[in-house]
């Protein structure tokens, strides 16, 4: 079944701690993105990476990081420097960067802080 | 600042009765609309989309309404089900920017009882 992957489900950071979330699609996307859900608001984007080796900040970058090696893969990791990491985090793709292509989302990981 | 914004936090309906979800943006720019539905533990799946050349959408029980000059799009569900019952996503884009960023709004819980 192709689809996106994201692991864990839920996760738990220490203070001070790095955290890496993993996505792995296989939908031979070119695009993909990480979004943040908060409580009563809407998604808002991280990081998006248009292809391999690539990548651009969104509107709330400050204290993740990403990578693109693989076509497949996009990991997000929290840095301790993301002072309010408690969220809802989703993985997406799109067929291609352009305009007006669908999102295809992942299951989501539930980020909380200990 | 949220530009895109769904002020019903949630939703009750009878289940055979007709289900109406709004959505108000505030960027004059967006030219793209689309509808996510999302279960609990599951991604955003794509549910209907418009673009701004439209004022109505319609994929079997699913129609969506755009007004332009309101600054307002609806999503209509007839008949509701209750396997309908989820949260539902809207999101919007513009074709001016450099590439597919979405902004969306906060969801709204729909219910559909039996």
């Known amino acids: 079944d192709g689809g996106i992957t994201q692991s864990p489900k839920y996760l738990f950071r220490k203070e001070g701690q790095n955290v890496t979330l993993s996505c792995e699609q296989n939908l031979n996307h070119d695009a993909m993105y990480w979004y943040r859900q908060d409580p009563g608001q809407g998604l808002r984007l991280i990081y998006y990476s248009q292809i391999v080796n690539d990548f651009q900040k969104g509107d709330i970058a400050e204290g993740y990081s990403v990578s693109r090696e693989k076509k497949e893969s996009f990991p997000l990791t929290v840095t301790s420097a993301q002072k309010n990491p408690t969220a809802f985090y989703l993985c997406?793709?799109?067929?291609?960067?352009?305009?007006?292509?669908?999102?295809?989302f992942g299951s989501g990981t539930q980020l909380s802080v200990l | 600042d949220q530009q895109v914004k769904q002020n019903s936090p949630s939703l009750s309906v009878q289940e055979g009765r007709i289900s109406i979800l709004n959505c108000d943006y505030t960027n004059s720019m967006f030219d793209y609309f689309l509808w996510y539905k999302k279960y609990p533990a599951e991604g955003p799946t794509f549910l209907i989309s418009?673009?701004?050349?439209?004022d109505k959408n319609e994929d079997g029980r699913f129609t969506v309404f755009l007004n332009k000059s309101a600054k307002h799009l609806s999503l209509h569900i007839v008949p509701s089900q209750p396997g309908d019952s989820a949260v539902y996503f809207c999101?919007?884009?513009?074709?001016?920017?450099?590439?597919?960023?979405?902004?969306f709004g906060s969801g709204t819980k729909l219910n559909v009882k039996p």
């Open positions: 999101a919007a884009s513009a074709s001016i920017y450099n590439f597919n960023k979405f902004y």
């Open positions: 997406a793709s799109s067929i291609s960067y352009g305009l007006s292509e669908k999102l295809f």
């Open positions: 418009i673009s701004s050349i439209k």
